[in-house]
């Protein structure tokens, strides 16, 4: 793994969406082993209780700073600040994202364009300035939350899916582009993970607890790993949704 002391675990931690209950689950299997942390979510009271929490597992030092991640325009100054405070980044996390409403989607551009904006357009302003620095470093992870549903177009979540699956091709490019500089790029691909984005549907045997999902997460980055499914039994539900033909697929309710 991208690690400036060749120890298994990364030290200092960008974290961007840090509220998020798979952003929550999987620092806090980094704080176990005392990475410093910059945090950054937009709510400041949810912040400070992760950052609380962070500091009672054994992080070393945790800063929080708010910020709404769709203002793509403070991204170059709030990551600059983020290298400054830490030293450095060994590992950037990036965990924020809407669901959205896709039948108010279907019906009204700018509501397709919001989660399209917060989901892609502003992973893609931060990942552009993460991949620079780190290719300039030589080293580093950029360990992005995706998501399943941008394997495959659904009739019930295309535009959520749309955003991941642009989302997945952007990493694959600039993977392509940096692997050679010893950069990790990761993309994860979650499938049903009970948090607050999906508190609102049943409850399935499909769906997992964010602690499985951040501990497969914190495995793919000390592995090295391109891509991973989690938990992994999603790949093979993936490799058999892809094979259904179109012709059967758009006639299928999902
Ligand atoms: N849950 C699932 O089934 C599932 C499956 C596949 C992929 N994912 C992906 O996993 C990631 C984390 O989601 P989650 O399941 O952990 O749900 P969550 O707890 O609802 O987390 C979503 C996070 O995104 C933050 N966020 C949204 N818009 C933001 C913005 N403009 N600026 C800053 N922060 C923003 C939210 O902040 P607030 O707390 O302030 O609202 C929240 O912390 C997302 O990318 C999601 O698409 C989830």
Excluded: C
């Excluded at 990551?79 to 990036?94: E, K, N």
């Excluded at 948090?195 to 914190?218: Q, R, S, W, Y």
Aim: charged share 20%.
């Amino acid at each position: 793994m991208a690690d400036r002391q060749g120890t298994a675990a990364p030290q200092r931690v960008l974290a961007l969406g840090a509220t998020s209950a798979i952003a929550q689950a999987t620092l806090r299997l980094l704080a176990e082993t005392h990475a410093s942390f910059f945090l950054v979510g937009r709510n400041a009271e949810k912040l400070a209780a992760v950052r609380d929490d962070l500091l009672t597992r054994g992080a070393s030092a945790v800063t929080a700073y708010v910020a709404d991640l769709d203002d793509t325009a403070a991204h170059p100054a709030m990551l600059a600040q983020a290298a400054s405070v830490l030293g450095g980044i060994d590992v950037a996390f990036l965990a924020h994202g809407v669901l959205g409403d896709q039948p108010a989607a279907e019906m009204d551009y700018a509501t397709a364009e919001a989660i399209l904006h917060t989901n892609f357009l502003s992973a893609v302003s931060l990942v552009t300035w993460l991949a620079n620095y780190f290719e300039t470093e030589r080293r580093g992870t950029i360990a992005v939350v995706s998501s399943v549903a941008g394997d495959r177009g659904r009739k019930s979540n295309y535009v959520y899916g749309a955003s991941k699956g642009g989302l997945n091709i952007f990493l694959d490019g600039v993977r392509n582009r940096i692997d050679r500089a010893g950069v990790q790029v990761l993309t994860i691909k979650p499938g049903f993970v009970a948090t607050p984005m999906t508190a609102h549907l049943k409850k399935n045997a499909l769906f997992a607890e964010p602690a499985k999902v951040g501990k497969d997460i914190v495995r793919a980055i000390e592995k090295g790993k391109d891509v991973v499914y989690t938990p992994h039994f999603w790949g093979l539900i993936m490799l058999v949704v892809l094979s259904v033909p179109r012709r059967i697929f758009k006639r299928m309710n999902m």
